[in-house]
């Protein structure tokens, strides 16, 4: 028993070291730190409250191309100060019509928890990105034709269309799509997605969601009141 304890010690450390070897090569290392305007950094409630039309479009082999246009989307979720940590707990979707009938757009599966925030200027101006690789993201979008009635397409992410991007502005950006408004916002434009399965046949492979709009976070943790300017810096 002594010599399979002494064989078997050296075993052990050995697969520890080999154990935490991979686990410090497999850590993600944030590029953010999301912060108030006061410098501070900031984890807790956020939420998407849209400054344009949400839209969800697709163009069918039959109809051409037809747009959900919703007016009001409040998006909201939870993050951590360094990005690694992100869901979206709910989404609120409403006063949407299409270009040829009526029309509903919602979001179910919720929570979408496999999302980060990056620091990454670059594309379109931004200062970085909010990303959503969550399988479980699914948009329906129900339109309702004069003629043949009421139809559903389901579009999110499979093996081909892997992730879902929002670039994402600092008040100060010039960039930022609205500069009226002095306050952090995110941008998706023709963000492709992909038919899900219990979408109607007529439903085209890929669909495109737009829209733009301010992200806020609480003074007062779970106030409710989303009053907090946020900002995305460099990782430090």
Do not use: H, W
């Not at 010599?3 to 090569?25: F, K, N, Q």
């Not at 950094?41 to 998407?48: A, E, I, M, Q």
């Not at 999302?115 to 200062?127: E, F």
């Not at 991007?165 to 950006?173: G, I, K, S």
């Amino acid at each position: 028993m002594k010599t399979l304890a002494r064989i078997a010690t050296p075993v052990l450390a050995a697969a520890t070291a080999l154990g935490l070897m991979a686990t410090s090569a497999s850590a993600v290392e944030p590029t953010v730190t999301i912060r108030r305007d006061d410098g501070n950094p900031y984890s807790g409630n956020f939420r998407f409250t849209n400054l344009s039309p949400l839209t969800v479009s697709a163009s069918f082999s039959i109809f051409g191309s037809i747009t959900a246009e919703c007016s009001n989307a409040n998006l909201s979720g939870t993050l951590t100060y360094d990005g690694l940590d992100v869901s979206l707990n709910s989404a609120s979707v409403s006063g949407c019509t299409s270009s040829i009938g009526t029309a509903s757009v919602s979001f179910e599966q919720l929570p979408y928890d496999d999302a980060v925030v990056n620091y990454s200027p670059g594309p379109n101006g931004r200062d970085g990105a909010l990303t959503f690789t969550d399988t479980d993201l699914r948009v329906k979008a129900t339109i309702s034709l004069p003629i043949l009635g009421t139809f559903t397409c389901y579009y999110g992410l499979n093996s081909s269309i892997t992730s879902l991007t929002f670039d994402l502005y600092n008040p100060t950006n010039p960039n930022r799509p609205d500069t009226s408004v002095n306050e952090a916002q995110a941008k998706m434009q023709n963000a492709t997605l992909a038919r899900l399965s219990g979408s109607n046949a007529l439903c085209p492979a890929t669909g495109t969601a737009s829209g733009y709009g301010t992200v806020k976070g609480e003074k007062v943790a779970n106030s409710g009141v989303f009053d907090q300017t946020l900002y995305a810096t460099p990782a430090s």
